[in-house]
């Protein structure tokens, strides 16, 4: 079964980086679009951010410019590189495809950014 994996959350102050990661059971990156999304405490699950075979990449307007999009499909491996962070972007992050896999979903990483 494909199994997504989240990782690199954590606690950091507003402004801070994090670099969250994405790795995979199978070789899926080298044939689909991944996506990175998150739930906020008390609201409802929304996409972030995505990122096509051949790298392009596409972001929602609070994240664009602060977070940055990688894939490695050698390693089957996506990355989030996250900065200057803010209390807003407090989550649990979960990587997918697009459009999501409903039994794709993994526990995520929780991302805290503390004001």
């Known amino acids: 079964q494909v199994q997504l994996v989240e990782s690199g959350g954590g606690l950091v102050q507003a402004g801070g980086s994090l670099r969250l990661s994405c790795a995979a059971s199978?070789?899926?990156?080298?044939?689909?679009?991944m996506c990175w999304y998150r739930r906020a405490p008390g609201k409802q699950r929304e996409f972030v951010a995505r990122i096509t075979t051949d790298g392009n990449t596409a972001y929602i307007d609070s994240v664009k410019g602060r977070f940055t999009l990688s894939r490695d499909n050698g390693k089957n491996t996506m990355y989030l590189q996250m900065t200057s962070l803010k209390p807003e972007d407090t989550a649990v992050y979960y990587c997918?495809?697009?459009?999501?896999?409903?039994?794709?979903w993994g526990q995520g990483t929780w991302v805290a950014v503390s004001s």
């Open positions: 199978g070789s899926i990156f080298s044939e689909n679009t």
């Open positions: 997918n495809l697009f459009p999501p896999v409903s039994t794709y």
